[in-house]
């Protein structure tokens, strides 16, 4: 669905959720970006919001007291239901954005030949061969480009990546998809940058972005990769562990202020990823999920 705007094209989101339902909307964020980046005097303004020096000002306005002030518009401008959440005192609008959930509301698929879903968010899921280029909204990128290591994107082949986008009015705590060793974190430096798709068309996420990932030795999987992507301003990743026995459903870690996004890489020769996840994206829609959900399963001769 495309209609014509400034510069030719008008970005209109589309996602499905597992039920099947279909939703095609141009979100504020998506129009605030947009002009952000369809404009020269917009682009010169990024330029600026990510340098560091600016983005840890900004990290210091939201993490001070008085940033509680635009908590109030923030949940009416995005529809948040605050009886989802448990009840506590906000001293920043971080402290707010890295709100609780109230446990019962992200029920976890605790069967074992299961994984779930780390986050809140929008799905894209792609299949792994030596040519892919992933493009999201024409931004490309390779999987040896995303964890900076040719050698260990060979291991993942043929195998699976899922990507998580999440939006601002998203849940922002994560947990491990998965039971296992947990290894030791990598993190990649970058320069901050939404992770916005309407962004794509002029910046490559995550060779922009700071990101932070772990391989997690498994049982029934294989070796999953999880990794979390850093985003506008502060976009800081918060993870709590280093190597650990981890649990399927524990939390893992948060995101502060800006959209984010979490990718996982999966086994094939031992994952089967829902057929819809990948369908869904071959077909040009996000799929909307919540922390919990199944992605995807053991494989056995039965599946």
Do not use: W
Not at 10 to 16: D, P, Q
Not at 137 to 160: F, H, I, P
């Amino acid at each position: 669905m495309v209609n014509i705007n400034i510069e030719g094209i008008e970005y209109i989101m589309k996602y499905i959720d597992l039920e099947g339902n279909k939703i095609e909307k141009d979100t504020k964020q998506d129009r605030l970006l947009r002009e952000i980046y369809t404009s020269s005097i917009g682009r010169g303004i990024m330029k600026l919001l990510v340098n560091p020096t600016v983005s840890n000002l900004g990290g210091m306005l939201l993490n001070s007291r008085l940033s509680t002030l635009l908590i109030p518009s923030f949940i009416k401008k995005n529809g948040i239901n605050m009886d989802n959440y448990a009840e506590q005192y906000y001293n920043s609008y971080n402290d707010f954005f890295m709100r609780q959930i109230k446990k019962e509301l992200r029920p976890i698929d605790e069967r074992e030949d299961t994984i779930v879903s780390p986050a809140d968010g929008k799905v894209s899921a792609y299949q792994i061969s030596d040519k892919l280029v992933v493009n999201i909204k024409n931004s490309k990128y390779t999987v040896a480009s995303l964890l900076r290591d040719k050698e260990l994107a060979k291991r993942y082949k043929e195998g699976y990546l899922v990507i998580i986008r999440l939006t601002v009015d998203d849940y922002h705590r994560y947990c491990y998809p998965v039971t296992g060793s947990k290894g030791k974190n990598k993190s990649i430096k970058g320069v901050l940058h939404t992770v916005n798709p309407i962004a794509n068309d002029y910046v490559r996420i995550y060779k922009e972005n700071t990101r932070e990932y772990t391989v997690i030795e498994t049982k029934e999987f294989g070796d999953v990769i999880q990794m979390e992507v850093g985003a506008l301003l502060v976009g800081k990743i918060s993870n709590y562990h280093q190597e650990l026995e981890v649990v399927k459903g524990q939390e893992k870690g948060r995101f502060e202020f800006g959209g984010s996004s979490i990718a996982l890489l999966l086994d094939s020769k031992k994952v089967c990823l829902k057929e819809q996840l990948l369908a869904n994206t071959e077909n040009g829609y996000e799929t909307i999920i919540q922390m919990g959900h199944t992605i995807a399963y053991k494989c056995t001769d039965n599946k």
